[in-house]
């Protein structure tokens, strides 16, 4: 076997590969006007991934194809070599295929939840419509929006085909109990769990009250959850079945009955375990290509262990923005992707239009970490947008001054000036009781817990302006612009970067379901172009881009 080169042709395809320089390459067999040599046909050909793909020469020049036959004979130098041969390539191919048909879904692929309703009813519809799996951004609403948007979204989507996000909220307890409540009297069959520190009494209640035994004697689980995670062992707990302690207490209160209990000793906490990367919001600024296979193996070490009927399906999230993104994360092992940032742009979702432009105009660069209004007083931070915003200074300089002082009251007279003229825009008596007057109706133990303690009445006063500020971007809060708070991960700008000579540019021609299709269909034709380059085919980089263009209606 001899390395055969040919020379680089005009048309970019430059052919180096094993061949046998006694019986030469095999014999493609078909109709000559089907072979593209010109730039703009080979592309086309390989943009159908529908069809097969041939890679021939003839003449010493090398064409592209999707139609014809391979034959038994050998080519002589009359006739048309085939040089490679690859098959139709599906979008549904890529990712775990039990996925699709546990969640019912086109693709390995969901969007994630964006808080504050930002993973609107709108963007969960019109996913959903497409077959497509992902999560309302029920973190941070009132009870009362969280079961209108439950209500819409059942209406749209009979079918079930939608998620609902269930946060933990450590400062907010009640929260997190009254979405439980909420999602099992409208039996709600899918939760994206995020941000759990632990797993709560909470989850574990929605996860085994959704359990029981079919007329076959097998267990059915009725209650999905995909549980978002970054770290080790959070991943551990949610791949184990539920702590016996918890479930003794749910049963004691009646909220799980003692079959229930005992079933759950066979199945995991998590259908799907979304290793979350350096992400928007809450993140650990973690790389996918260092976590994702470090929870793989974990995933095969506790099924090993259990061995549960059906295995924990892990996917990956954070920096999902572009194909060659998707296809690495599909490479690396995940069952499937998620996307976060990239739908904060598009039409459908609940930020403002002024919030979707400054998205449309972020650089890979343009993030940064800020502490985060529901997990302040424990110095949690999220990732948010620093283009375009003071914010993230604003809210540091907050978190500085809770830690430097005990009270309100501590803080010297002219800082304190200044945190009223330039941050608050209003006395902080005035922002008390207009927290006051919010805790009241929302969860009056935060106010309970902030009396004699003046630490924790400073901790509520200035999570005033962190709750505020994301509001005020979702709503285009006019004359705020600069305390605009934007959760965005550096899959912001690289998704720019991409369709920055696309339709896609501008956010006014973002649509969920576009994002979601060229992401995927994207990642299944750089699989095709690198299963050519690995068998000695190589090409211009024009061949190897994938610009996106409005789908034919």
């Excluded at 000559?32 to 046909?41: K, Q, S, T, V, W």
């Excluded at 009362?144 to 269930?166: C, D, K, M, S």
């Excluded at 924790?456 to 005020?472: H, N, P, Q």
Aim: proline share 5%; aromatic share 8%; with cysteine.
């Amino acid at each position: 076997m001899t390395i055969v080169s040919t020379a680089p042709p005009q048309n970019g395809l430059q052919f180096i590969g094993l061949t046998d320089a006694v019986h030469r390459a095999p014999v493609w067999q078909g109709s000559l006007d089907r072979l593209a040599f010109e730039p703009g046909e080979i592309k086309a050909k390989l943009l159908n991934l529908e069809q097969p793909c041939y890679i021939v020469r003839m003449n010493g020049q090398i064409g592209v194809t999707n139609d014809g036959l391979i034959g038994s004979e050998t080519a002589s130098s009359n006739q048309v070599e085939a040089l490679v041969l690859l098959p139709s390539f599906s979008v549904q191919q890529l990712g775990d295929p039990t996925f699709r048909a546990f969640h019912r879904v086109q693709y390995a692929y969901q969007a994630g939840a964006m808080a504050g309703g930002i993973a609107s009813v709108e963007l969960v519809t019109a996913l959903g419509k497409a077959g497509i799996l992902s999560s309302f951004g029920a973190g941070g609403l009132p009870l009362a929006r969280l079961e209108q948007a439950i209500v819409q979204i059942q209406q749209a989507l009979p079918n079930g085909l939608y998620a609902f996000n269930l946060i933990h909220s450590p400062m907010d307890t009640a929260i997190e109990q009254g979405a439980v409540e909420l999602y099992l009297k409208h039996q709600v069959r899918t939760v994206e769990a995020s941000a759990f520190l632990d797993l709560t009494d909470h989850i574990v209640r929605y996860r085994v009250a959704g359990l029981s035994l079919n007329s076959n004697h097998q267990i059915e689980v009725q209650n999905k959850v995909i549980a978002k995670v970054s770290r080790r062992e959070v991943a551990t707990k949610f791949m184990q079945p539920a702590p016996l302690k918890l479930l003794k207490e749910l049963v004691a209160q009646g909220l799980i009955t003692e079959q229930q209990a005992k079933l759950s000793e066979y199945v995991p906490m998590a259908d799907d375990l979304t290793v979350e990367a350096d992400s928007g919001g809450h993140t650990d600024n973690r790389p996918l290509s260092c976590l994702l296979p470090s929870l793989i193996v974990l995933r095969d070490e506790l099924q090993a262990k259990y061995g549960y009927t059906n295995s924990v399906r892990v996917g990956a999230a954070g920096g999902i923005g572009t194909p060659e993104a998707v296809l690495g994360a599909f490479m690396m092992g995940a069952a499937y992707v998620v996307t976060g940032s990239v739908n904060q742009a598009c039409i459908e979702s609940g930020a403002s239009f002024q919030t979707k432009q400054l998205l449309a105009q972020a650089e890979t660069t343009d993030v940064t970490m800020a502490p985060a209004a529901d997990m302040f007083e424990m110095g949690v931070k999220l990732q948010v947008l620093k283009r375009g915003t003071l914010f993230p200074l604003r809210a540091q300089k907050l978190y500085e001054l809770y830690r430097s002082y005990d009270s309100i009251e501590a803080i010297p007279i002219k800082e304190r000036e200044q945190l009223e003229k330039q941050i608050f825009r209003r006395t902080l008596d005035s922002v008390w009781q207009e927290t006051t007057a919010f805790f009241q109706q929302r969860d009056p133990e935060q106010l309970a817990r902030s009396i004699n303690h003046p630490k924790r009445k400073m901790a509520l006063i200035f999570r005033w302006y962190l709750g505020l500020s994301s509001r005020w971007s979702s709503i285009g809060e006019a004359g705020r612009e600069i305390d605009y708070q934007i959760w965005c991960g550096p899959a912001m700008g690289a998704f720019n970067e991409w369709v920055n000579h696309s339709y896609l540019k501008e956010p006014q021609h973002r649509r969920v379901c576009d994002v979601a299709n060229h992401l995927m269909r994207g990642a299944a034709f750089l699989y095709r172009i690198q299963n050519l380059r690995t068998q000695g085919l190589l090409m211009a980089p024009q061949y190897s881009q994938y610009i996106p263009t409005p789908s034919k209606k």
